[in-house]
């Protein structure tokens, strides 16, 4: 199975950048279909980005359409969260998942990372 651990989480303003990493371990990263999710204080774990295999397809949630891309680097076993004009509303703990599908659901991704907490203080 493959491990993942985030990192690059922060406490930032609003209108500031952040760059997520995501390191994979123990299998190559191009077996999965990588995902972001993200889960705030009250509220549901929700899926913010996906990116497919080969990285020739991604896909984003409306509220982060046009501020945050994913990329991947398979060679560099690492998936990647480029956060630009944060909000607020973004704070969250954010996770990377990792399954065999490009899919919305967080119950179909069977391998997590343990988070990065991401504030955004306005």
């Known amino acids: 199975q493959v491990q993942l651990e985030e990192s690059g989480g922060g406490l930032v303003q609003a209108g500031d950048s952040l760059r997520l990493s995501?390191?994979?371990?123990?299998?190559?990263?191009?077996?999965?279909?990588?995902?972001?999710?993200?889960?705030?204080?009250?509220?549901?774990?929700?899926?913010v980005s996906i990116i497919s295999k080969r990285g020739d397809r991604t896909y984003y949630t409306d509220s982060v359409k046009g501020r945050f891309t994913i990329s991947r680097d398979n060679a560099k076993n690492t998936v990647y969260l480029q956060m630009n004009n944060l909000k607020p509303a973004d704070t969250a703990v954010y996770f990377c998942v990792a399954g065999p599908k490009e899919i919305l659901s967080a119950s179909d991704y069977p391998?997590?990372?343990?988070?990065?907490?991401?504030?955004?203080?306005?």
Do not use: D, H, I, N
């Open 22 to 47: 995501c390191a994979a371990s123990g299998r190559p990263l191009s077996m999965y279909v990588m995902a972001w999710f993200r889960q705030a204080p009250g509220k549901e774990r929700e899926w």
């Open 111 to 122: 391998y997590w990372g343990q988070g990065t907490q991401v504030t955004v203080s306005s």
